[in-house]
């Protein structure tokens, strides 16, 4: 019985390591920073980002994430504190203050749930999206949302489909 069980967590832990390595590749296709020129081009991208925007000072110092509300631009609170930037003319702010670099923001497809499982350890459930019946509870052997293009996660158990 042991012998099929320690044969059990090797092919599972060697399943989990193949799905982290196919997909080392989209990892590696992170956002990146960009040096900051001024262009109306790079204006228009930071200004139009749904997902908000970091800055870089000469300093090397990196601001917050910053999102678009209204005309204006607001950062997240950081220092107990939070940051505006006006919107009328955004690339006078930027240039201003110096700005060297930029990244857009482009979160992870499940980055809401990512951290509310870091903060609350809670267990993570996932299922084949392709076979609902395929599914499992996720462990230190099986780690979640390394594969979210083929699996489907949730907080909760999900019951046997047809």
């Not at 670099?101 to 459930?125: E, F, S």
Request: glycine share 4%; net charge negative.
């Amino acid at each position: 019985m042991t012998t099929v069980l320690n044969t059990l967590l090797l092919i599972k832990s060697i399943h989990h390591y193949l799905i982290l390595f196919a997909f080392t590749a989209e990892q590696l296709n992170m956002t990146e920073w960009k040096e900051y020129t001024g262009s109306d081009e790079q204006i228009a991208e930071i200004s139009n980002t749904p997902c908000g925007f970091i800055l870089r000072y000469p300093t090397g110092v990196q601001t917050e994430i910053f999102k678009r509300i209204g005309s204006s631009y607001v950062g997240e609170y950081i220092d107990s504190r939070r940051r505006m930037l006006s919107g009328d003319n955004l690339k006078e702010v930027l240039t201003k203050h110096k700005i060297t670099n930029y990244i857009i923001c482009n979160p992870h497809p499940l980055a809401d749930m990512i951290c509310q499982q870091a903060r609350t350890g809670q267990p993570v459930w996932w299922r084949n999206k392709s076979n609902n019946r395929v599914y499992g509870q996720c462990d230190r052997l099986f780690t979640p949302f390394v594969n979210h293009e083929a699996l489907e996660y949730s907080f909760t158990p999900f019951e046997e489909s047809e």
